[in-house]
Structure formats: C-alpha cells, structure tokens
C-alpha cells in the first residue's frame, strides 16, 4: 500500500495524535487525548466550578442549625418539629422565614419567635419587622448538642441540659422583651393544675384537661421588674452573709454581719447611701402598662397579650414544643393555643411562619445569589448562551493540523514555482519581461520544427508566419509593451503573450472568438 506524498510529511502526519494508520493500536496518549474526552473533561470542570461559586453564594440559606435549637427543625426536646408536623397534618400552612419579611407577608400570618436563649436581638428583630401579629415562646431550657460519653446512648438532633439544673435564671428574662412583666418560675407545681382560658373554646379541648410539666414558667403580673431586681439582689445578699457566717463558724471567729460593719463607720455610711428614687422614676415605675391574660394554669399567667400591641408571650415552651407532645391532650392544647391567638387577632386561618433569623438562619444577599435568582437569572442565562457560542464559534476555527511544507522544491515546475516566488517576493518579477517573450518566442520555434535553425532564419520564417496568418498585435509590440509594463499590468501582457503562441501553432485557433467567448 502505497503512500502519498514525501517520507518527511508522511513522518510529521504519524507524529501527529490521531494520524496513525488503522492497522496500528491506539495506545494510552491517544485514548487520553481524543477530542470527545478533552471536550468531556473541560465541560465537567466548568460545571464542578459553576456549582461550587452557586452553592458557595447559597450556603447560608441551606445551612442548618445545630441541634438542640428551639427551631420548627429540631427533634429535640425543645425543638419544634414534632409541632410543625402535628399542625401539617391538620392542614396547616406552616412556613420558614429567614429574615426580614414583607407586608404583604406578614399582614394576615401569625408570626413565631423561638429563641433558644433570652438575648436581646429579640427585641431588635421585633423593632426592625413593624407592625405584625406575633407569638414570643420565651425559652425555659439551657441545652446544648449531646455528645454522647462512654456508655451512653445517642441519636442525631438530642440535646442535653446544662447550667445546672437546666433552666435560665429568671434575671435573664428582663431585658428580652419591653413592658413585659416578671417572670418567676414554680419548683413544685401541683399535679391537677388546671387550664383556663379568657374566652369559652371551641376546640374539642378537656374543660378539666391536667398537663404534664414541671417547674412551670408563669408571669406574675403584680411584680415589677426593677422590684423584683432589688428583690433578686436583697435575696442574693442574705445567701452572701449566710455562707460567711458558716465560713466563720467553721473557722471558731465570731461572726459580724457585713450591715454591722457598714454601720460601725459613719464615713462609709455616707459613701455608700443610695440616693431616694426621684417623683419622676417613681412614676414611670407606676405606668408600666398591665397585659391581657389569654390563658392561666392554676391562677397564674401563662399566656398574655402585651397592652395595645399584637404582641403574644407565652412563657411556658413546654406546651408547645417536643414535650408538649408526649400525650394526646398536650398536643390539643398545643393548637388551641394557636387557634386562640389566630381567633383573637381575626388572622387567616391555619396560617403561621416561624423566624429562624434568631438561631442563625437568614437569607443572604450576594452577587452570586442576585445573578442566578429572578429576575436576574434571564440575563445570566443570556450570558452563559453567549458566551458559550462565542467559545464554539472559537473552536470550531481550529481544525486538523495543517500539511508541513517542505524546506525545499523538488522538479522542475516546482523549482520555477520556487523561482517565481523569489522573484515576487524581490519584486523583480516586472523586470523579466523582454526575457519571457524571448521564451514564448523560442518555444513557438520549437513547437514548429525550427528548432536547429539560426536565429536570423527563425526570425524570418516566424514574422514570415505572423503575417501570413494576420496575428494581431504583433509579436514586436506585445515584447516592448511587457518589457515597460508595470507589475499591475504584467499578468494582462503574458496572457497576451500565450494568446499568441496558440495562434502561431494551431492554425485552427482563432484568437477573437476566444475574445468573444
């Protein structure tokens, strides 16, 4: 089988990839690097990186709290998810908010604050919303992710207590919320507490319901915060002076109370008395406004309503959250409390939104985001189709490598080929008129036999031919008119020249028909 062109190009072509024979084997380079897995590798590497930039620009919104939130996500015990399934079963419409909503969102929805610890960006976020009809389940528990230790036993999403015995102090609660009242806490509260609300139910509710709770979160609405600080204080220097006391026993002293001392030096007395509340501190102790109670358990406050807001606190997180679920009746009472505040307020029914900006979960706003959400995600797509026809269309411009020339001409035509271009490229090509109609003349000779003749009878016996046959222009002026030609002109002249030629050979040709033609 033969094989064409030179032993040179035929060695550039099998060094090429892909340009072998079909009887040779494609090694491993070849499989490698054919067209379909280099266009392969390069699309899934766009693809990994566009992923990436996308996910990275979302990565706050799918992020997930940790467990042992308050969140409607958590399966722990103060979570709220088994809430959130109970209500959409019964058709609720339970949504997630991640920040800052708007009016036509939150106009006829009941909004839910969980935070998981008393913090004061509650009242931040309560200030930065509006006007908006809201329940604030205050938090009881202080629980962190359970790890679990040697011999325990653990799921996903458990949390365990801590700080003691597991609740916040109640101090913890004054700055959470404005004009809310003290919040106190029972240790010990009676086994058939019962639960009465401010209006007849009706809900298919036990009217001697008994739930199961313990150390019940109530608000005690006689008690003023700044009284009840004082109180707090007072009660924490009684626990002060006693451990002193059992201190200096302990050590055989004789024990002095800390009053005394401050008594015994009328210096220090001066120094450390409090001035006398001023008329006007006085008075706005006194107009702190006084809450309506929605619901009570045994006598005490559980439920309320802030004073001319849309404002609802529930203080007990146990009837609604994880625990609230270990009956039936908890569960009941879990959405007659939803549905009282929803009837209270004449909101849309079975309508509520929980807000997780409090636990971490907000949406974001970042270029990444803005350009492949609507209404940007029409001119992102625009773009990439644009882009991705500008890459094709700079593909496809980049076909099969090109044939290697040679170095070198080989053969006669190839060589005046050669020649022809050195003098072109030396712009000397205009120059050899005279000289290629001396070759066209000569070759007519030729052709006619007068080839071993001397040059005058050529001469004579071609113009005696010339004439003979009426050739026009004659063979003199096409010499002269190709010799002064300019270089724009030259091709005009040599094809003039051939025309000549054929007529002095073919007695058949005629030169103005081919004109004509």
């Given amino acids: 089988m033969t094989r064409s062109g030179t032993a040179r190009e035929r060695h550039l072509a099998q060094s090429l990839s892909g340009r072998q024979s079909g009887r040779s084997t494609l090694g491993l380079t070849s499989v490698l690097f054919r ?84 913090t004061r960006r509650l009242n931040r976020a309560l200030e930065s919303e509006g006007e908006e009809a809201r329940l604030i389940i205050l938090p009881k528990w202080s629980v962190s992710q359970m790890k679990p230790q040697r011999g325990e036993d653990s799921q996903t999403g458990w949390a365990r207590k801590n700080r003691g015995k597991g609740t916040y102090h109640e101090s913890q609660y004054q700055n959470l919320v404005e004009d809310m009242p003290v919040l106190r806490r029972l240790d010990t509260p009676s086994a058939d507490a019962q639960v009465f609300f401010s209006t007849p139910l009706t809900r298919n509710l036990q009217d001697r319901y ?68 001023t008329e006007k501190e006085v008075k706005e102790i006194e107009t702190v406004p006084t809450p ?36 039936q009746g908890g569960a009941q009472l879990a959405t007659t409390i939803l549905d009282e505040i929803i009837r209270e307020e004449d909101l849309d029914l079975l ?13 974001n706003r970042n270029i990444v985001k803005l350009m492949v959400t609507p209404p940007f995600l029409a001119a992102t797509l625009c773009l990439l189709t644009a882009g991705g026809l500008v890459a094709w269309q700079g593909f496809n411009r980049f076909g099969d490598p090109a044939r290697v020339r040679p170095d070198y001409a080989q053969g ?106």
Avoid: C
């Avoid at 979570?79 to 019964?90: S, V």
């Avoid at 626990?239 to 030096?265: I, V």
């Avoid at 929605?294 to 609604?320: F, H, R």
């Avoid at 007529?503 to 030169?511: E, I, L, N």
């Fill in 35 to 118: 067209p379909v897995t280099l266009i392969s590798l390069i699309l899934i590497g766009f693809f990994a990186f566009g992923a990436l930039i996308v996910l990275g620009g979302f990565a706050k919104d799918l992020r997930k709290a940790p467990p042992g939130q308050a969140t409607p996500r958590s399966v722990s015990a103060v979570g709220y998810e088994a809430l959130t399934e109970y209500l959409e079963r019964l058709e609720y419409d339970v949504q997630e908010t991640r920040g800052k909503r708007d009016y036509y969102d939150r106009e006829n929805r009941l909004v839910i604050y969980s935070p998981s610890r008393p």
């Fill in 210 to 277: 008994q739930p199961d709770f313990e150390n019940l979160q109530y608000f005690d609405l006689k008690t003023r915060w700044l009284d009840y600080v004082d109180f707090l204080r007072e009660q924490r220097r009684i626990e002060t002076e006693e451990d002193r006391r059992k201190r200096a026993e302990a050590r055989g002293e004789t024990y002095e109370p800390q009053e005394d001392k401050k008594n015994t030096n009328p210096k220090d007395e001066e120094e450390t008395t409090e001035p006398q509340a």
């Fill in 292 to 327: 309506d109670v929605i619901m009570k358990i045994n006598g005490n406050a559980v439920l309320i309503k802030l004073e001319e807001t849309q404002t609802y606190i529930l203080s007990e997180p146990d009837l609604l959250n994880t625990m609230a679920f270990k009956t």
């Fill in 351 to 363: 309508s509520l939104d929980f807000d997780l900006s409090l636990h971490g979960i907000e949406a």
């Fill in 412 to 517: 006669p035509v190839s060589l005046a080929r050669t020649a022809a271009e050195f003098m072109g490229i030396a712009n000397r090509a205009h120059r050899t008129g005279d000289a290629y109609a001396e070759l066209i003349r000569r070759q007519v000779a030729a052709q006619l036999g007068y080839k071993d003749r001397t040059k005058d009878d050529i001469d004579t016996l071609l113009d005696a031919r010339e004439k003979r046959l009426k050739i026009q222009p004659p063979f003199e002026d096409l010499k002269n008119n190709i010799a002064a030609a300019e270089p724009i002109s030259f091709g005009q002249y040599a094809q003039a020249l051939t025309t000549w030629r054929r007529a002095m050979v073919d007695t058949q040709f005629k030169p103005n028909a081919q004109a004509d033609s």
